[in-house]
């Protein structure tokens, strides 16, 4: 028997790794060894990871929750549940959710990775997301050996049926904010031919102008019916959060219990502590309008800047982001160009084509450094 294992094939582990795409930052590496060489040091924008302090209002519900011994539920609190269905409704319009409509998760990338696979989606499935995009949606689809298109148009897919199809408004990079006749266009296609749609609205309250966006839960967008469409939510952005890895999935009752199966075996479970801490959050508007007016500021700030430095502003009407491309005589300029031009300046921004090839003359700023970093970027670009 010992021998007969030994002669075995040994497995090759890396199998799996090899089906996703490269890791994009990665490539980053040597443009941010440039902008750290600058005299005052790099202004890094190339990642939207918040730079505030976690509200002491949520701080304060971590540290009276810290004695948690127990396992906690994969389905979790039905105070966490309940907080969440109820910012919904008052936020974003959302009625008809009930507490088997919402199960909180451990970080949004995570269940966004996830999804596919937690649903059976697999091998000979097809999976859409938008052209351009967060890189996790490419990763899930891998991860799941399905394939996968990345298009804006519905019409791509021909006589293929998607299993799944995920929208992003507000978009990462882009920031564009998808109107109600988009969406409910997009709701009344996948509902016909039974294709799961899923909203990834991360940053639903990170808008910049006077029409907020709407979550694909919206009465007017659903027709009150959550049927085949879950919504992600994250209080990563909203609420300084990331470090908490607080989110949640909402929507059709029956593909939440999917998850949930799945997830009770796999022992995915929201911290009990965290769960206090997300309530608190998701209960205090107050916060959230304070860090809305701080970003705003910066977002302001460094339009401006790069605007005045010969760059155009693409969408951007919502995400921590500003979608820009630098115009030169030769027009648009190559996104890799506009990272090393702006590294010399001791400024890291994301290439657009980390999102895409449609991204390929565009670059993602990104305006949740500190207040003293986005002057320093301000001056440099300025000056």
Known sequence: M???????????????????PDFPWDKLTAHAATARSHADGIVDLSVGTPVDATPEVVQEALRAAADAPGYPTTIGLEATRRAA????????????????????????????????????????DLIGYPALAYPTYEVGAALAGADSLATDSLTA??????????????????????????????????????????????????????????????PRVSGGSHDGILAVHSLSKRSNLAGYRCAFVAGDPALVGELLAVRKNLGLQMPGPQQRAMIAALEDDEHVERQHATYAARRAKLKQALEGAGFRIDHSEASLYLWAQRQVEEGAEDCWATVAWLAEKGILVAPGDFYGAAGGRHVRV??????????????????
């Open 2 to 20: 010992v021998e007969e294992v030994a002669q075995r094939p040994s497995r090759d582990h890396r199998k799996v790794s090899e089906r996703l």
């Open 85 to 124: 269905i109820d910012w919904l409704a008052r936020r974003h319009g959302v009625t008809g959710l009930g507490l088997d409509g919402l199960l909180p998760v451990i970080g949004s990338k995570e269940l966004i990775g996830s999804m596919a696979l937690h649903l059976g989606i697999g091998a000979g």
């Open 157 to 218: 897919f021909g006589p293929r049926t998607p299993r799944l199809l995920w929208l992003n408004s507000p978009a990462n990079p882009s920031g564009r904010v998808l109107p109600l006749d988009h969406l409910r266009k997009v709701v009344d296609w996948c509902r016909e031919r039974g294709t799961i749609l899923v909203s990834d609205e991360c940053y639903i309250e990170c808008a910049w102008t006077d029409d907020p966006p709407l979550s694909i839960l919206d």
């Open 366 to 383: 990104a305006f949740t450094a500190t207040d003293e970093r986005i002057d320093a970027a301000v001056a440099r670009l300025t000056d």
